[in-house]
Nanobody, 124 residues
Framework: QVRLVESGGGSVQPGGTLKLSCVASGTDLSRCGIGWFRQVPGKQRELVAVVAHDGTATYNPTLKGRATISRDNGKNTLTLQMTDLEIEDTALYRC??????????????????WGQGTQVTVAS
Protein backbone atom coordinates (compact mmCIF):
# COMPACT_ATOMS: atom_id res chain seq x y z
CA GLN A 1 0.00 0.00 0.00
CA VAL A 2 1.38 3.41 -0.98
CA ARG A 3 1.46 6.04 1.73
CA LEU A 4 2.75 9.60 1.77
CA VAL A 5 3.08 11.17 5.21
CA GLU A 6 3.87 14.86 5.66
CA SER A 7 5.31 16.46 8.76
CA GLY A 8 6.77 19.76 9.93
CA GLY A 9 3.71 21.98 9.90
CA GLY A 10 2.60 24.23 12.71
CA SER A 11 2.31 27.86 13.70
CA VAL A 12 4.98 30.21 12.41
CA GLN A 13 5.34 33.96 12.77
CA PRO A 14 5.57 36.16 9.69
CA GLY A 15 9.13 36.32 8.44
CA GLY A 16 9.92 32.91 9.85
CA THR A 17 11.03 29.73 8.17
CA LEU A 18 9.75 26.20 7.90
CA LYS A 19 10.86 22.82 6.73
CA LEU A 20 8.35 20.23 5.64
CA SER A 21 9.07 16.59 5.01
CA CYS A 22 7.23 13.89 3.13
CA VAL A 23 8.08 10.25 3.62
CA ALA A 24 6.87 7.74 1.08
CA SER A 25 6.32 4.05 1.56
CA GLY A 26 5.18 1.47 -0.91
CA THR A 27 6.56 3.36 -3.91
CA ASP A 28 10.02 4.27 -5.15
CA LEU A 29 10.46 8.03 -5.45
CA SER A 30 13.31 7.57 -7.89
CA ARG A 31 10.94 6.34 -10.58
CA CYS A 32 8.81 9.41 -11.21
CA GLY A 33 8.05 12.95 -10.12
CA ILE A 34 6.88 14.20 -6.75
CA GLY A 35 5.81 17.61 -5.54
CA TRP A 36 4.27 19.90 -2.98
CA PHE A 37 0.87 21.53 -3.26
CA ARG A 38 -1.08 23.72 -0.89
CA GLN A 39 -4.77 24.18 -0.32
CA VAL A 40 -6.81 26.85 1.42
CA PRO A 41 -10.48 26.11 2.15
CA GLY A 42 -12.61 27.63 -0.57
CA LYS A 43 -9.60 28.27 -2.80
CA GLN A 44 -8.14 26.42 -5.74
CA ARG A 45 -5.30 24.02 -5.03
CA GLU A 46 -1.98 25.64 -5.83
CA LEU A 47 1.30 24.15 -6.95
CA VAL A 48 4.25 24.98 -4.73
CA ALA A 49 7.02 23.02 -6.42
CA VAL A 50 7.67 19.75 -8.18
CA VAL A 51 10.82 17.78 -8.74
CA ALA A 52 11.29 15.25 -11.50
CA HIS A 53 12.96 11.89 -11.13
CA ASP A 54 16.23 13.39 -12.35
CA GLY A 55 16.16 16.13 -9.71
CA THR A 56 14.94 18.92 -11.97
CA ALA A 57 12.85 21.32 -9.89
CA THR A 58 10.03 23.58 -11.02
CA TYR A 59 8.62 26.30 -8.76
CA ASN A 60 5.50 28.36 -8.63
CA PRO A 61 6.75 31.70 -9.98
CA THR A 62 5.12 33.57 -7.12
CA LEU A 63 7.21 31.61 -4.61
CA LYS A 64 10.50 31.37 -6.47
CA GLY A 65 13.31 32.51 -4.25
CA ARG A 66 11.51 31.63 -1.02
CA ALA A 67 10.95 27.91 -1.60
CA THR A 68 13.39 25.09 -2.14
CA ILE A 69 12.38 21.54 -2.95
CA SER A 70 14.64 18.53 -2.77
CA ARG A 71 14.36 14.78 -2.85
CA ASP A 72 16.41 12.02 -1.31
CA ASN A 73 15.75 8.91 -3.31
CA GLY A 74 17.83 6.79 -0.98
CA LYS A 75 15.64 7.73 1.99
CA ASN A 76 12.47 7.94 -0.11
CA THR A 77 11.77 11.42 1.22
CA LEU A 78 10.82 14.84 -0.12
CA THR A 79 11.59 18.14 1.58
CA LEU A 80 10.25 21.66 1.22
CA GLN A 81 12.03 24.63 2.78
CA MET A 82 10.46 28.07 2.83
CA THR A 83 11.74 31.37 4.17
CA ASP A 84 10.27 34.80 4.82
CA LEU A 85 6.87 33.33 5.49
CA GLU A 86 3.86 35.51 4.87
CA ILE A 87 0.31 35.31 6.16
CA GLU A 88 -0.72 34.30 2.67
CA ASP A 89 1.40 31.16 3.01
CA THR A 90 -1.11 29.75 5.48
CA ALA A 91 -2.47 26.55 3.96
CA LEU A 92 -2.64 22.80 4.15
CA TYR A 93 0.53 21.56 2.49
CA ARG A 94 0.32 18.20 0.76
CA CYS A 95 2.82 16.12 -1.09
CA UNK A 96 1.86 14.13 -4.15
CA UNK A 97 3.69 11.54 -6.20
CA UNK A 98 3.33 10.06 -9.64
CA UNK A 99 2.34 6.43 -9.94
CA UNK A 100 4.79 4.36 -11.96
CA UNK A 101 3.03 2.57 -14.79
CA UNK A 102 6.05 1.02 -16.44
CA UNK A 103 9.80 1.09 -16.61
CA UNK A 104 10.30 3.96 -19.04
CA UNK A 105 11.01 7.57 -18.03
CA UNK A 106 7.55 8.70 -19.16
CA UNK A 107 5.66 5.78 -17.69
CA UNK A 108 4.21 7.82 -14.85
CA UNK A 109 0.63 8.72 -14.01
CA UNK A 110 0.71 12.25 -12.66
CA UNK A 111 0.10 12.78 -8.95
CA UNK A 112 -2.13 9.86 -8.21
CA UNK A 113 -0.72 9.38 -4.70
CA TRP A 114 -1.48 12.06 -2.12
CA GLY A 115 -0.70 12.58 1.51
CA GLN A 116 -3.24 13.90 3.99
CA GLY A 117 -1.26 17.09 4.46
CA THR A 118 0.31 19.14 7.20
CA GLN A 119 -1.16 22.48 8.26
CA VAL A 120 0.96 25.61 8.19
CA THR A 121 -0.43 28.70 9.91
CA VAL A 122 1.47 31.96 9.61
CA ALA A 123 0.30 34.50 12.16
CA SER A 124 1.66 36.84 14.79
Amino acid sequence: QVRLVESGGGSVQPGGTLKLSCVASGTDLSRCGIGWFRQVPGKQRELVAVVAHDGTATYNPTLKGRATISRDNGKNTLTLQMTDLEIEDTALYRCAADRPTGFGPRDCAAFEYWGQGTQVTVAS
